[in-house]
Antibody, heavy 121, light 107 residues
Framework: EVQLLESGGGLVQPGGSLRLSCAAS????????ISWVRQAPGKGLEWVSG????????YYADSVKGRFTFSRDNSKNTLNLQMSSLRSDDTAIYYC??????????????WGQGTVVTVSS | DIQMTQSPSSVSASVGNRVTITCRAS??????LAWYQQKPGKAPKLLIY???SLQNGVPSRFSGSGSGTDFTLTISSLQPEDIATYYC?????????FGGGTKVEIK
């Protein structure tokens, strides 16, 4: 059974840093790209970042580029999202999602339950 | 960035009725579009990818169509368990983007 378990969320002050983790199981981890998708309170979904299975390529939304860094450790089946210079509009539920690549295009076929990040003073 | 616009923002229909949701892309994306269902307090679930391919395990009352800039998600016979918010997502170009969502309710 495919499982994705996020952790590391919490309350942080504006300008602060936080590291989110995602632990994966139930599939050959290095064969799959993974993405982070967030959802602000009462709002829609926003793609944040993605990383290829080999970790050679990473992708970021403009809203987080230069502030967030996505990495993975294929030996431990884990992923980390290092977030810095956090702003109030980064407040959201952060979901880790497995990427299903169909003819080179990315869809999200399994999702974790999310971890809540609140940026507030 | 490619903007995805969904309509309507909410729809109310009776059990057994047909429900249609539309998603429009700001530029052509071929058929690189997915639909997701999100129930309150839950993570999204993939329903359809490549505009019309049904994800394994998804009931056949869900169907998708479209190409280019205009896409449709249809629920042929609305069931109580279909109450949720539905999102489209373009997979054509980074950054990947979602529509604003359509909330489906029972009348």
């Amino acid at each position: 059974e495919v499982q994705l378990l996020e952790s590391g969320g919490g309350l942080v002050q504006p300008g602060g840093s936080l590291r989110l983790s995602c632990a994966a199981s139930g599939f050959t981890f290095s064969d799959y790209a993974i993405s982070w998708v967030r959802q602000a309170p009462g709002k829609g979904l926003e793609w944040v970042s993605g990383i290829a299975g080999t970790a050679i390529r990473t992708y970021y939304a403009d809203s987080v580029k230069g502030r967030f860094t996505f990495s993975r450790d294929n030996s431990k089946n884990t992923l980390n999202l290092q977030m810095s210079s956090l702003r109030s509009d980064d407040t959201a539920i952060y979901y880790c999602a497995r990427v299903a690549v169909f003819q080179g295009f990315w869809y999200f076929d399994y999702w974790g339950q999310g971890t809540v990040v609140t940026v507030s003073s | 960035d490619i903007q995805m616009t969904q309509s309507p923002s909410s729809v109310s229909a009776s059990v057994g009725n047909r429900v249609t949701i539309t998603c429009r892309a700001s530029q052509g994306i071929s058929n690189w579009l997915a639909w997701y269902q999100q129930k309150p307090g839950k993570a999204p679930k993939l329903l359809i990818y490549a505009a019309s391919s049904l994800q394994n395990g998804v009931p056949s009352r869900f169907s998708g169509s479209g190409s280019g800039t205009d896409f449709t998600l249809t629920i042929s016979s609305l069931q109580p368990e279909d109450i949720a918010t539905y999102y489209c997502q373009q997979a054509n170009t980074f950054p990947l983007t979602f529509g604003g969502g359509t909330k489906v309710e029972i009348k």
